[in-house]
């Protein structure tokens, strides 16, 4: 079945960075793109980052553009979201997806907090 696991959150202050992973398990990697979404506390969950399939093309939110990166390793089946410069505005929970034949599959997410 479709797995995906992320890791890498915690507590970071202010101008900080963190890596967030997704390892991901169940289906062919490397011919899906892969996103990633966020979720702060009493907002809707909104898309952070997505990377293509085989190109590697990549699109932001415009929140995060020239502090995010994303980026996957096929070899690993791995999706990261580098994030530098954070502010505590990047507060929330972070989500790995995937869409597969029209259906949504979430990872169970991981807390990044940004705070002094």
């Known amino acids: 079945q479709v797995q995906l696991v992320e890791s890498g959150g915690g507590l970071v202050q202010p101008g900080g960075s963190l890596r967030l992973s997704c390892a991901a398990s169940g289906f062919a990697f490397s011919m899906y793109a892969m996103s990633w979404y966020r979720q702060a506390p009493g907002k809707e969950r909104e898309l952070v980052a997505r990377?293509?399939?085989?190109?590697?093309?990549?699109n932001y939110a415009d929140s995060v553009k020239g502090r995010f990166t994303i980026s996957r390793d096929n070899a690993k089946n791995t999706v990261y979201l580098q994030m530098n410069s954070l502010t505590p505005d990047d507060t929330a929970v972070y989500y790995c997806?995937?869409?597969?034949?029209?259906?949504?599959?979430w990872g169970q997410g991981t807390q990044v907090t940004v705070s002094s």
């Open positions: 990377i293509s399939n085989l190109r590697g093309s990549t």
């Open positions: 997806n995937v869409r597969l034949l029209a259906r949504d599959y």
